[in-house]
Nanobody
């Protein structure tokens, strides 16, 4: 049973913080690059951040640099997204993604967790 389960979303005021978690099972977590994506109503899904399987390379979308931090714990098969200085435009459903590139690329998605930034 392959699972990617996001948690930690909710309602937060502008300037606040949230930490999202993505707990996984059913695949070799340490062999996959992990990413966070988000999608707001009426907009395309966009990449937020990614971390390689080895954990040595991290990339963020420009609007998230300096505010968001991606990390992972291989022992817990979990990836995190720490979000600080949240803005209303950060409101979206946040999705966890796992990707392994090979002869057949494998991509897995979670169901998403809602983040709402509003006063």
């Amino acid at each position: 049973q392959l699972q990617l389960v996001e948690s930690g979303g909710g309602l937060v005021q502008p300037g606040g913080s949230l930490r999202l978690s993505c707990a996984t099972s059913g695949f070799t977590f340490s062999s996959y690059a992990m990413s966070w994506y988000r999608q707001a109503p009426g907009k395309e899904r966009e990449l937020v951040a990614t971390i390689t399987s080895a954990g040595g390379s991290i990339a963020y979308a420009d609007s998230m640099k300096g505010r968001f931090t991606i990390s992972k714990d291989n022992a817990k098969n979990t990836v995190y997204l720490q979000m600080n200085s949240l803005k209303p435009e950060d409101t979206a459903i946040y999705y966890c993604n796992a990707r392994r590139v090979g002869a057949l690329t494998r991509v897995y998605w979670g169901q998403g967790t809602q983040v709402t930034v509003s006063s």
